[in-house]
């Protein structure tokens, strides 16, 4: 992959996680962490709402045939990684009693369309 490409894709996840945190905000959710890491992986965003910790997978797309929509990205092995580091952050911070939950936000960015399409879906594993 070519170091352009990459920094394109870093500024389209970039782009996917501050419109995924703006949307949060407006929505009433407390923005708690973002891009949280730790010797297991990375959390994209770490929120609560209404007492309970929500732990919120970004995935942001263009539309293509060839690599299916955003949330389709988030296969079994993804949401097992996101549940361990999700388990290191509340062994850390000792927050095992806590309420948590697992949602994904797939954002689907179209060229000359200016409002990105935000699905959020709500204990989505």
Known sequence: MTE??????KQLGKFGEDTAESYL??????IVA???????GELDIIAEKAGVLIFVEVR?????????????SIDFRKQLKVRE???FYLHRF??????VRF??????????V???RIEHIEGAF
């Not at 000792?94 to 309420?99: A, F, K, L, N, Y």
């Open 60 to 72: 942001t797309r263009k539309p293509s045939l060839h690599f299916g929509t955003a949330k389709e």
């Open 34 to 40: 973002r891009n949280w890491r730790c010797r297991t």
């Open 94 to 99: 000792q927050q095992h009693g806590r309420s």
């Open 103 to 112: 949602d994904v936000i797939a954002i689907e960015v179209t060229l000359g």
């Open 85 to 87: 580091t999700a388990q």
């Open 114 to 116: 200016e409002a990105p």
């Open 25 to 30: 905000i407006e929505m009433n959710y407390r």
């Open 4 to 9: 352009r490409r990459k920094d394109s894709r």
